[in-house]
């Protein structure tokens, strides 16, 4: 039922705010603190519907992950918009190295790779033994963008 509701939702409240209303649930659970930067969309229109849903889904995923797989109590998570990309970057402070972690972050990518069908994506997982995980991702949008007619 909530595959079915979310292009509603982002269709009404935007993609945006969904995902900052996403990370206040988190906050509010207490498992975690998340925080937040997001920087640019102003023109969610650029996008298409399906491009945002798969987007958003891919966010949630990210921070489930987190939640449900990490003893972490603290992450950033930045969203930024490029002219000609979109980076994300989450960083947790689960500080503990180990094989659970690795195999964690190979399930991780292979997840992240099957949810964002678009070209050229980069998705990378940075650990460093006492200083948490930070995940990356680059999505060129140049080919998503239809120019604007004059």
């Not at 937040?36 to 945002?52: P, R, V």
Request: glycine fraction near 4%; aromatic fraction near 8%; include cysteine.
């Amino acid at each position: 039922m909530n595959q079915q509701l979310m292009p509603v939702v982002i269709r009404k409240y935007g993609l945006i705010i969904c995902i900052e209303q996403l990370i206040k649930v988190i906050n509010t659970s207490g498992k975690i603190y998340i925080e937040h930067l997001i920087y640019g969309f102003d023109d969610l229109s650029k996008y298409s519907e399906d491009f945002q849903i798969a987007f958003y889904q891919l966010v949630q995923k990210l921070f489930q992950n987190i939640v449900k797989h990490t003893k972490a109590t603290n992450a950033i998570f930045q969203l930024i918009e490029h002219p000609d990309s979109i980076n994300v970057y989450i960083e947790d402070n689960w500080k503990e190295i180990t094989n659970d972690r690795e195999e964690c972050d190979a399930k991780r990518i292979t997840s992240l790779s099957n949810r964002i069908d678009y070209d050229n994506v980069k998705i990378s997982i940075e650990r460093q033994l006492g200083e948490g995980t930070l995940v990356v991702i680059d999505i060129p949008t140049q080919h998503m963008i239809s120019p604007t007619i004059k």
